[in-house]
């Protein structure tokens, strides 16, 4: 039991860019997305599986809104299905710091449909999302 807990845990930590070297490279080389919340860049990396990290700086606000906009991120991609084989950041806007969990949810997925990266089930399931 102790080890499908602990593989549980290694797996979630796969789905995060972790090192500034993987940041780097998606900002540098990856494709880029604008919504009025949110940028997103992408990069496709070869993977079995796609991993995601965010950017929020002390623009957006002070350690309590920079941590909650993180917070909706997460939960926002936590339902998302991601096509496998990219890395993703998203960048959050300073406007993202007032925003509800609706908006931030339609920025994230209208920039992710955008960018085909969604699978292909969800948006035939789900056509309006821009």
């Not at 991601?82 to 969990?101: C, K, Q």
Request: glycine share 6%; aromatic share 10%; with cysteine.
């Amino acid at each position: 039991m102790l080890s499908l807990l602990w593989e549980v845990e290694e797996m979630r930590g796969e789905e995060y860019l972790t090192k500034p070297e993987q940041y780097a490279l998606v900002y540098n080389k990856g494709s880029s997305w604008i919504s009025d919340l949110v940028v997103m860049k992408a990069l496709p990396n070869g993977l079995t599986l796609s991993r995601y990290g965010f950017s929020v700086s002390r623009r957006v606000g002070k350690a309590v809104v920079r941590n909650r906009v993180k917070r909706l991120f997460r939960e926002i991609l936590y339902s998302a299905p991601l096509e496998p084989g990219w890395d993703i950041v998203f960048i959050a806007r300073s406007r993202a710091a007032g925003a509800n969990f609706t908006s931030l949810e339609k920025a994230v997925q209208g920039l992710l449909s955008q960018a085909r990266l969604l699978a292909r089930e969800y948006e035939e399931a789900c056509p309006r999302i821009n």
